[in-house]
Structures are given as C-alpha cells and as structure tokens.
C-alpha cells in the first residue's frame, strides 16, 4: 500500500520529494489545520468559560502552581501530605510554566491549566505532524499525522496528564534536532534543555527515552549495516548530551537546586493496587483506543517504513519511529505476573500515536493514486480513512466537554470559593483541616478518594495557606478527639491513621471543615445535610458555608469571561517570540509547516528552563517582576540561539 514518495530518503536532507503540493501543501493548509486542532480542543472552554479543564490531575497541577507563586520554591518539595499523595519532588516544570502565565497573562487558576490542556495538545500534534513532513515531504502526511495524531490526545492515555504531556512534548521536540547534533553547538545546547526539562517533568520516561536513543544508534549498526566507527561519529554527541542531562536531572534532585534534597522515589507513587486492578484499566484502555479501526492504521505505518528495508536504518524518522516502540514492552509486565500500572507506558512514548497519523496519510496517498486507474469509487477507502479519525474525536469528545468530568465541578468552585473568602478574612497563620469521608472498601478506592480530596480541597486554599492546608479520613468527632477512624475494613483504618499523622504535623489549632463535596457518603454526610455542627467546625454546602454559627453566602460564582481573551492570546503571542527566534536559527530553511509546532515547543522550553534557573537563584516566591525577567532570559537565549545557527561545533 506505500508509494515511494512516502518513505524514500533525499540523499543529502531530511526532505524526501514527494507529490506536487497543491493547495494542501500550501503554508494557509497548515495554518488552517493547526487552526482546526485549536478549535476542536478549546471550543467546550469557549462555551462554558468558567468551567475547569478536564480530568483528576490538574488539580494538582493547579495548587502547586500557586504555591510557587505565594510560597518560597522549598515549601512546594516540602508539601507531600499524607502517604506522599500530595508529593512530586522536582517535577516542577508544568507549576514553573504554568506561574509564568499566570504572572505575566494576569489570569485566573483554572484558566491556566485550561491553557496547557489544550495547547500543548495542539502543539504535540503540529510538531508530529512537522517532524514527519520534514522526513516525507507529501502535504498528505502533516495533515494525516497532524489529526490522526490529535484524534488520539481525548483517549484515556492522555486525558488529564499534564505532565507526561508535557515531557512528550520536549521529546518530541528534541527529534528535529538529532541530525544537528553533529555539527551544532547550539542544538547540543538546545537538545540538552529539552531532555533536561523532560527530566524535571516525568524522569522514568527521560530514561526509557534515552533508552531509546540507545536503539537508535543499534538500528544503524544492526539493520543499516553501518560501520561501529561510522555509528559512533554520528551518534556520540547525541548519547553523550542526552547522558549529561540525565545526570543533570539526578543531580538537582539530589543536591537540591531550591533547597531541600529530594529522593526520586518521589517521581511516581503508583496507587496501591494488586496487578489484577491494574490489568483491568489497562484492558480498559486498549478497548477505548479502539483496536479495530485504528490497529491497521498503526500496520500501514509500521509496513511503510519497514518497506525502506535496510535504508530505515539510516532513515532518520523510521529509526526514530521503530526505536521509540520499545517503552511499549512495560505495558507487557502482567505477563510475568508483576503489579505496577502497565497502561502508563502508553503515554511514555508517541511512536505508536505517530504511526497511526503516518498509516493515515500512507493509506489516502494509496487510494488517490489508484482511484486514477482504477475508477472514482476507490475514494471510499479515502472516505473510511476520514471516518476512523472524526469518529476517534467523536468517540471521546463527550467525556472532554462533560463538565462533570472537570477535576472541579461548578458545585465544588462555589463550596471552596466561599470558604476561601472566609479564609482570606483571618490572619493565614491557622491550619485547615477538611473532615473527608467515602463509603468505598477496596484500598485503591479509599486511597484514591483521599489522594484525590487532598489535591481538590487545597483550591480553597488563598495565597498564604498553601502549606496549612491537610485531610482527614473518617468521623469528624474522631478528629476532634484525636483518634483514627475504624471505617470498614483495615484499609480504611491505616489510611484514616496516616492522615490523622499529617494532621498531627500541624502547628496551632486548626480550623477543621466540612464539605459537602468530600462528604456526599459517610459518616459527615448527615452533618452537611442538616447544617448542625459544633462551633469550631466549619460546614460547607455549595456556595454556603455555616462557620461559628453564622451562615455566609457567596454571592456570586466568578464566572470567567471571554472579554479578556483577546488580550491573554495577544500575550501569549508574545511569548513565542523566545521558541521563533530559536526555531529559525536551529532548523534553517523549515517552513510554516515546521514551524507551527517547534516554535511553541522552543519557547515552552525556553521560558521554562529560564523561570526555573531564576526560582534557583531567587529562592522566594514566582512574583510578576521575576516572571517577567524569566521570560527576557528566554527571549535572550532564543536570538542567541538564532544568531549563533551558524556556528559550527567543529
């Protein structure tokens, strides 16, 4: 089903030829499908602004960001709440970009995430769309990769992580780069950046890519039968930038570039679960990736590249496709009967979501050349094509715009809203304890239930309270006696015991709160419902909150408004100029098609990298002054970037 056009290598470039353009290879093509992306994922926001961006994670995402900007960076490392659920160590990129915006946009906690949900899966889409148009130069396949891929990013393998979305992204954009390294100094620089970033965002998948940068090299050895020596003067500054970087990585862990120390046991805490829990949600999202239609996509690809034979060893995007396959084989570990969340490793690694856009191109490109022998009708396979893609975004768009599935629902933003005005009425100096409860018995149940309250409950938190706030399992009389709660089973009693530890960390007398939120089963339930409580136990039901036996309302939710969406796009505007100015002088001579998803890609890096070197040097809270500098640091190193293109590395 391939054509040469789709996998045959120019022998001086990147840049295969391919068909005559045509209108889609025209620079308004690809503006308008990076336009669509942007519609497609935004438009449930543009509807509802005030509602908050999908999934569980964000919320933790959400209360780390402000504590960077109320806080001193230490005080994030040193908030791990009980059993860890609310530890993440120097997995600080997303909260670092993330004060930046909020900062120098001036906008509102929800928008903020809603803004890295959405644009990084744009962009994540545009920079694989990009980086196979750079290799196969048929418009056919940007467009292909371009929307099978972001067809993909509703699926449960990326719904709601933030972070692995974001280490995704710094890898992918490290691909554009790996042809560079060998005469480049900046692009070392550069490559080292994204890697490095990729480390200070999800660190396992740092390691299984520099794993994967490993195969490359054996690729060229093994099937392009290229000489050790040839392998090692093309690939030595690639292994050896990429292993800095992940020293660089231990290295602040370790050493503690904000302060305190951190074990990388703090990376990932995997729920404890038996491998039967995890084999089912791995079961679970295979069938919601739908095998069946998009599984021969994926076969397409992987043939189409194959089909190069021993020239995909030396191909720069079969090598990197065919060698970035290989995190897949954790998904494998039920096999040997281990327990750890299998499914995870579907979002260490986009190789199989670029395989599926590439299998998507491959296939239109075949049924439109042989339509012109053999008849019209052969279109229908064009047609089918289409119709696995819209139904793929189709098939998971309910569950992105159902506001129920918002890490905060509207019920939630007014319950903690009014008890974050009340906070904000006192001195901050108290802590906050919220009284949680849930009628669930299985351990990953309970422990997620109270992982997840911990990370939702710290959104009624104001600035000056981030690291006072703490959950309680179980009775709110067992609280205010001292004691754990018994609930059901064991499981419920060590975990009601481990939060009740936490609490006992606090200084002063707390302020212990009852919300309704936390509280729809259990033994607060009843409490909530008749909004009778003891005076020194706040009670909090929607937007009313009983507190010392007086009753306040809040008046109104804060809707967000799209009045100051033109100005926060024209900021953003403003921050790509870092990621044009670097993009133009690392990959010389790429087009818009290039260039839409590596100049964003470029400035994330680049702000990010800037915000946290200056937080390590400041070691105070991410103010708008300090945001702002960030971002002339990251403006200075992309022209810097952009000056120094020409300079050789020897």
């Keep these: 089903m391939t054509t040469t056009s789709l996998y045959r290598r120019a022998p001086d470039g990147p840049a295969a030829p391919g068909p005559p353009p045509g209108p889609l290879g025209s620079?308004?093509?690809?503006?308008?499908?990076?336009?669509?992306?942007?519609?497609?994922?935004?438009?449930?926001?543009?509807?509802?602004?005030?509602?908050?961006?999908?999934?569980?994670?964000?919320?933790?995402?959400?209360?780390?960001?402000?504590?960077?900007?109320?806080?001193?960076?230490?005080?994030?490392?040193?908030?791990?709440?009980?059993?860890?659920?609310?530890?993440?160590?120097?997995?600080?990129?997303?909260?670092?970009?993330?004060?930046?915006?909020?900062?120098?946009?001036?906008?509102?906690?929800?928008?903020?995430?809603?803004?890295?949900?959405?644009?990084?899966?744009?962009?994540?889409?545009?920079?694989?769309?990009?980086?196979?148009?750079?290799?196969?130069?048929?418009?056919?396949?940007?467009?292909?990769?371009?929307?099978?891929?972001?067809?993909?990013?509703?699926?449960?393998?990326?719904?709601?992580?933030?972070?692995?979305?974001?280490?995704?992204?710094?890898?992918?954009?490290?691909?554009?780069?790996?042809?560079?390294?060998?005469?480049?100094?900046?692009?070392?620089?550069?490559f080292f950046i994204l890697l490095f970033l990729a480390g200070m965002t999800h660190p396992t998948t740092l390691v299984f890519f520099c794993v994967v940068l490993g195969a490359m090299s054996a690729l060229r050895w093994v099937v392009g039968r290229a000489a050790v020596r040839t392998v090692v003067r093309d690939d030595i500054a690639m292994l050896l930038t990429a292993a800095t970087a992940a020293i660089a990585v231990v290295l602040v862990w370790r050493v503690g570039a904000w302060g305190p120390s951190v074990s990388l046991a703090e990376a990932a805490v995997p729920p404890p679960a038996d491998d039967r829990f995890f084999f089912v949600r791995l079961t679970d999202w295979v069938r919601a990736l739908r095998p069946l239609l998009n599984g021969p996509l994926l076969a397409v690809g992987l043939v189409a590249l194959l089909a190069g034979g021993r020239r995909a060893g030396e191909d720069e995007m079969s090598r990197v496709t065919l060698a970035w396959l290989l995190p897949l084989a954790g998904v494998f570990g039920f096999v040997a009967g281990l327990a750890y969340p299998y499914y995870r490793f579907f979002n260490t690694t986009l190789s199989w979501v670029l395989l599926i856009g590439f299998g998507a191109a491959v296939a239109t490109r075949f049924f439109i050349e042989r339509a012109r022998t053999a008849g019209p009708l052969v279109l229908v396979g064009v047609v089918a094509v289409a119709a696995v893609i819209v139904t793929n975004f189709l098939s998971t768009s309910a569950r992105w715009s159902d506001p129920d599935e918002a890490w905060l629902t509207e019920r939630q933003q007014e319950e903690l809203g009014v008890i974050r005005d009340a906070l904000q009425r006192l001195d901050g100096e108290r802590p906050v304890v919220f009284a949680i409860d849930t009628e669930a018995t299985d351990r990953v149940r309970i422990y997620g239930f109270m992982k997840f309250s911990a990370n939702v409950s710290r959104h009624a938190l104001p600035h000056g309270y981030l690291d006072r706030g703490y959950v309680f399992l179980g009775d709110v009389d067992d609280l205010l006696a001292g004691r754990p709660s018994e609930g059901p089973n064991d499981a419920y009693q060590d975990i009601s015991a481990a939060t009740l530890e936490d609490v006992r960390t606090a200084e002063g007398d707390p302020i212990v709160v009852v919300a309704g939120s936390f509280n729809q089963t259990g033994a607060n339930a009843g409490l909530v419902d008749e909004q009778d409580a003891p005076p020194d136990v706040w009670v909090a039901d929607g937007g009313r909150l009983l507190a010392g036996g007086e009753t306040v309302e809040r008046a109104d939710l804060r809707r967000g408004s799209l009045l100051r969406l033109p100005l926060v796009l024209a900021g953003l505007c403003l921050l790509l100029l870092p990621g044009i100015a670097a993009a133009r002088g690392l990959v010389p001579g790429a087009g818009l098609a290039q260039l839409l998803g590596l100049a964003p890609a470029l400035a994330v890096a680049l702000i990010t990298m800037a915000g946290f070197v200056v937080l390590s040097l400041a070691r105070s809270p991410l103010s708008v002054p300090l945001a702002w500098l960030a971002v002339a640091v990251a403006l200075a190193g992309g022209v810097a970037l952009w000056r120094g293109r020409g300079a050789p590395a020897e």
């Design 27 to 190: 620079p308004l093509a690809f503006a308008a499908v990076a336009a669509l992306l942007l519609l497609v994922f935004s438009w449930t926001f543009i509807a509802d602004p005030g509602r908050a961006a999908p999934g569980d994670d964000p919320a933790f995402y959400t209360w780390r960001t402000e504590a960077l900007l109320s806080e001193e960076p230490a005080t994030l490392l040193e908030t791990t709440g009980p059993q860890d659920v609310l530890a993440g160590g120097y997995r600080v990129t997303t909260p670092v970009l993330g004060g930046i915006l909020r900062r120098t946009l001036g906008i509102a906690p929800l928008t903020t995430t809603i803004i890295l949900t959405v644009g990084i899966r744009v962009c994540l889409a545009l920079l694989l769309a990009g980086f196979a148009y750079r290799h196969r130069r048929d418009p056919l396949v940007f467009h292909g990769v371009a929307l099978g891929s972001a067809s993909l990013f509703l699926s449960p393998p990326f719904f709601g992580y933030l972070d692995n979305l974001l280490c995704l992204l710094f890898l992918t954009a490290s691909l554009f780069l790996i042809e560079r390294l060998r005469a480049s100094w900046a692009a070392r620089a550069t």
